[in-house]
């Protein structure tokens, strides 16, 4: 399973990439002034690269046009802060136009296809990288303020980057189809049998603590979520129920193959059978648990694609395909230095 708190070839789900070091929050919140570079944003260039376009308030100069986009001077000022709590050395303005540059070729690439990354996706990601070092959302979003990165910038690092994994997902398949003609045909040729997959339906049921009210509300609200939870029966009478309690939000996840759920999930959800649930967990927005509404096994295409794509990322034979893209892109790209 990939590690919830990297972002690669993979697609929706993330890609291992360096481990990232523990903050103490109490020090990186109370002393930001001497502790804001040590933030361990350690990711490597292939795993962790996007654009921003949000402009600032504060005036900014065109410096590079990249497929008759525009990256400003202050886009390359929140990139190079970014790339010094990355630690990263050398010129950091000249590392900075680098990566954007890049970023805006494989926005490019993006743009041309279906694939959206929906504003949930890239907010869970968020929660998840702050609780990895032990940081509410609210304090990285200081933290990245304060260095001149913005929390705004960050997501659309985020955001960009996942929507890239999933563009050389497609692309891989794609190869892989048009030299056999079916991915499937290919695990049978290697002596496997057409893979299979789990399909789940699932639900969300979320207990919401304000952040504020987390230390006195927090506990009550987990065994009310414990208590729902060994009452579930099915998914079905899960909004009415919940009407009758206050501030339970019940999302339809839709459905889910095994190898797309949520790294924080995946191991509590696989397993489940119909009408079970996960066990409560505290996050971000409060306690809550998943609801599988119906499982199936499906062996298709789309099973096995997904199956070679995850074996493919494992054995990192995907990199080839990347660099591969990236070098068509720049070749066919329009860039204006100003």
């Given at each position: 399973m990939l590690s919830p708190y990297k972002i690669g070839i993979g697609g929706a789900m993330p890609h291992p990439c360096d481990k990232y070091?523990?903050?103490?929050a109490g020090a990186a919140m109370s002393r930001h002034s001497r502790y804001i570079v040590a933030l361990a944003l350690s990711?490597?260039?292939?795993?962790?690269?996007?654009?921003?376009?949000?402009?600032?308030?504060?005036a900014s100069e065109i410096k590079i046009v990249v497929n008759k986009v525009p990256i400003t001077s202050y886009d390359l000022a929140r990139r190079a802060a970014f790339l010094k709590l990355q630690r990263k050395k050398g010129n950091?303005?000249?590392?900075?136009?680098?990566?954007?540059?890049?970023?805006?070729?494989?926005?490019?690439?993006?743009?041309?296809?279906?694939?959206?990354i929906a504003d949930a996706e890239v907010d869970a990601y968020f929660e998840r990288f702050a609780k990895s070092n032990k940081l509410t959302s609210a304090q990285l979003?200081?933290?990245?303020?304060?260095?001149?990165?913005?929390?705004?910038?960050?997501?659309?690092?985020?955001?960009?980057?996942?929507?890239?994994a999933k563009y050389v997902r497609a692309r891989l398949s794609a190869e892989k189809r048009k030299d056999e003609n079916d991915i499937t045909k290919q695990i049978l040729a290697r002596g496997g049998e057409k893979p299979t997959a789990t399909e789940y339906i699932?639900?969300?049921?979320?207990?919401?603590?304000?952040?504020?009210?987390?230390?006195?509300?927090?506990?009550?609200?987990?065994?009310?979520?414990?208590?729902?939870?060994?009452?579930?029966r099915d998914c079905e009478s899960t909004p009415q129920f919940a009407r009758g309690l206050l501030d339970v939000t019940v999302r339809n996840l839709g459905r889910k193959l095994a190898p797309e759920l949520p790294d924080d999930w995946a191991s509590l959800i696989k397993g489940l059978e119909q009408g079970?649930?996960?066990?409560?967990?505290?996050?971000e927005k409060g306690a809550e648990f998943i609801a599988v509404c119906r499982t199936r096994s499906v062996s298709d295409d789309q099973a096995a694609e997904m199956v070679w794509s995850a074996e493919e990322n494992a054995n990192g034979q995907g990199k080839e395909t990347q660099e591969k893209i990236l070098a068509e892109l720049r070749e066919k790209a329009n860039i204006q230095r100003k």
């Open positions: 070091q523990t903050i103490n990711f490597t260039l292939s795993c962790l690269t996007a654009l921003a376009v949000t402009h600032s308030a504060a950091l303005r000249k590392l900075a136009e680098d990566e954007m540059i890049e970023d805006a070729l494989k926005r490019s690439a993006v743009d041309g296809t279906r694939i959206q979003t200081q933290i990245l303020g304060q260095a001149g990165v913005t929390a705004r910038h960050y997501k659309d690092f985020i955001r960009t980057q996942m929507a890239w699932l639900q969300q049921v979320i207990f919401v603590v304000p952040q504020a009210e987390r230390g006195s509300r927090l506990a009550a609200r987990t065994k009310e979520a414990e208590a729902m939870r060994q009452r579930f079970q649930t996960t066990k409560v967990r505290q996050t």
